[in-house]
Nanobody, 126 residues
Framework: QVQLVESGGGLVQAGGSLRLACAASGRTFSNYAMGWFRQAPGKDREFVAAISWSGDSTNYADSVKGRFTISRDNAKNTVYLQMNSLKPEDTAVYYC???????????????????WGQGTQVTVSS
């Protein structure tokens, strides 16, 4: 049974930083691309960042490019999202997700991810 557990969310002032972590278990973590998505109140879930199974390829939403960095540590079965220069509009529940197929490329499409964590709240105050 695949499990994804996010941590690291919280309340931060605008301009501050947070690092989210997502610990995975239940299958060979290093074989699967991972993604981060977020959902703000009253809005649809949106793509934030993704990383390939090997870690050598990343994708970012335009809204976070240059501020957020996705990375992974396959030895620790963990994917990270370093968030810098946070803005109030970054406030959302952040979810990590694991791709459906082994060695499939990272993608922005949420339907390509088979497993999701429970989410962690990030609140950025102005």
């Amino acid at each position: 049974q695949v499990q994804l557990v996010e941590s690291g969310g919280g309340l931060v002032q605008a301009g501050g930083s947070l690092r989210l972590a997502c610990a995975a278990s239940g299958r060979t973590f290093s074989n699967y691309a991972m993604g981060w998505f977020r959902q703000a109140p009253g809005k649809d879930r949106e793509f934030v960042a993704a990383i390939s199974w090997s870690g050598d390829s990343t994708n970012y939403a335009d809204s976070v490019k240059g501020r957020f960095t996705i990375s992974r540590d396959n030895a620790k079965n963990t994917v990270y999202l370093q968030m810098n220069s946070l803005k109030p509009e970054d406030t959302a529940v952040y979810y990590c997700a694991s791709r459906d197929g082994a060695f499939a490329p990272a993608t922005i499409r949420s339907l390509a991810y088979a497993y999701w964590g429970q989410g962690t709240q990030v609140t950025v105050s102005s």
